[in-house]
């Protein structure tokens, strides 16, 4: 953001090694809906404020038939406990050397234990990816409040895990797609306020037509939809003033979603 007066009563710069930033920043946090990358909440403020002192913020917006995919740095008893108490579940990394009591061990290779008040259930699972450089294995710790490894399989629950990583696409989209990596214009933090509102919600207007638009073709992945030419055709369709008046015709797919149907991206290829 701007290096003004006004906005570093309220952010500051990051400390650097060559002695700090020129500009302050702030920390954006998000919840984001991994199938179609829909924003359900969000928060944001000082970066003296870390991710888990946000995060509070978020639960809100949690209930009853969520699964919260959280990476390791969430993995506060307090939070995690907290998160359980809201209904929804939790499927969170820990450091592979955390140590969590072995209270009955299941036939998939999980095992019962507790973190704080919550029951959760354990999963040691050994990765391995094969790339044109050879293989490479990674151990990670799963915890997670499904505690019943019939009905939520072990495997089944570490691929789920991979699906975190989709909230790192979103904020790629928010700061570089949208934003070009510019600096924030706004000079005072109300006017931050309005600018990172703004930006939430082109995004997600954007996200919910290419939601629209893929859900009209079920045996497409949202995750095929591009970004950028959702983003590119919503710019043109400004400029031209085009569709400014609608009829009386509700259009799901619309201009920016036959775009988009129009050249899909390949399948999704597993983070390595």
Same mark, same amino acid.
């Given at each position: ?8 009563? @309220?952010?500051? %710069?990051?400390?650097? &090694? ?32 870390? @991710?888990?002192?946000?995060?509070? /913020? ?12 959280? +990476? ?22 820990? %450091? ?24 959760? /259930? ?15 294995? !990674? ?8 505690? +019943? ?6 495997? @089944? ?8 990583? $989709?909230? $790192? ?5 928010? %700061? ?42 079920? $045996?497409? +992945?949202? +995750?095929?939809? !591009? ?39 390949? &399948?999704?290829?597993? /983070?390595?």
């Amino acid at each position: 953001m701007p290096d003004s007066p006004a906005n570093l009563t @309220e952010y500051t %710069k990051h400390r650097c &090694n060559d002695g700090g930033s020129g500009y302050p920043a702030l920390r954006l946090l998000v919840l984001v809906s991994c199938g179609t990358r829909t924003i359900l909440d969000a928060a944001f403020g000082p970066t003296a404020d870390g @991710e888990t002192t946000c995060a509070p /913020r978020l639960l809100r917006s949690l209930h009853e038939g969520m699964i919260v995919l959280l +990476d390791r740095n969430f993995a506060a008893q307090t939070l995690v406990n907290t998160i359980s108490a809201t209904g929804a579940q939790v499927l969170v990394r820990v %450091k592979s050397g955390r140590h969590l009591p072995v209270l009955r061990r299941n036939r998939d290779g999980s095992y019962l234990s507790r973190l704080g008040t919550a029951a959760v /259930r354990v999963i040691d699972c050994e990765i391995t990816i094969t790339t044109a450089a050879g293989h490479r294995t !990674g151990l990670y710790r799963l915890v997670t409040t499904l505690t +019943d490894h019939r009905s939520h399989p072990a495997a @089944e629950l570490i691929r789920l895990y991979h699906e975190r990583w $989709e909230i $790192e696409t979103a904020y790629l989209e928010i %700061k570089s797609t949208i934003l070009g990596g510019r600096v924030l214009r706004a000079r005072t933090p109300a006017g931050l306020d309005q600018e990172i509102h703004a930006l939430l919600v082109a995004y997600q207007v954007l996200r919910l037509a290419m939601a629209d638009a893929t859900g009209t073709r079920p $045996e497409i +992945d949202p +995750d095929r939809a !591009g970004f950028t030419i959702a983003l590119n055709t919503a710019r043109d369709l400004v400029i031209q003033a085009a569709g400014v008046i609608a009829d009386t015709v509700i259009d799901l797919v619309g201009t920016i979603g036959r775009r988009v149907l129009a050249d899909l991206m390949p &399948n999704r290829r597993i /983070r390595t």
